[in-house]
């Protein structure tokens, strides 16, 4: 029987209510947390680790949005402009891989929730 898995799901993530997704979701979950997790009790804690990653990953990118903000004032007067267009597009791209990794853990929790 295949599963569903909504759009946007993890690539590589088996989806959840299986014995797979149980299987693999922590180290998934810690791959985009802190690497401080890794010796956390939260390890031991799938749900209570999920809810720490996702407003972990609220964090980060709240401090992409403000570096890309601010880049051409804190970085305009010490960089030449081509290092600083370099910074506000890695700052951008920064950005859209953690919503898309914030968008995912969403999604995870949910299938946790229900299942």
């Known amino acids: ?4 898995v909504p759009p946007g799901w993890p690539r590589g993530l088996p989806p959840g209510g299986t014995p797979e997704f149980d299987e693999r979701v ?3 979950l810690l791959d985009l947390g802190p690497a401080d997790l890794r010796t956390s009790e939260l390890r031991h804690l799938p749900l209570a680790l999920a809810t720490y990653v996702e407003h972990h990953l ?3 990118l709240e401090g992409a949005r403000r570096a890309y903000g601010q880049a051409r004032t804190q970085l305009g007067q010490a960089m030449p402009a081509d290092q600083l267009e370099r910074a506000q597009r890695a700052f951008e791209a920064e950005g859209a891989r953690l919503l898309q990794a914030q968008r995912e853990v969403r999604l995870v929790l949910e299938a946790m929730r229900v299942g």
């Open 58 to 60: 609220d964090g980060c």
């Open 26 to 28: 922590v180290g998934w």
């Open 1 to 4: 029987m295949t599963r569903f």
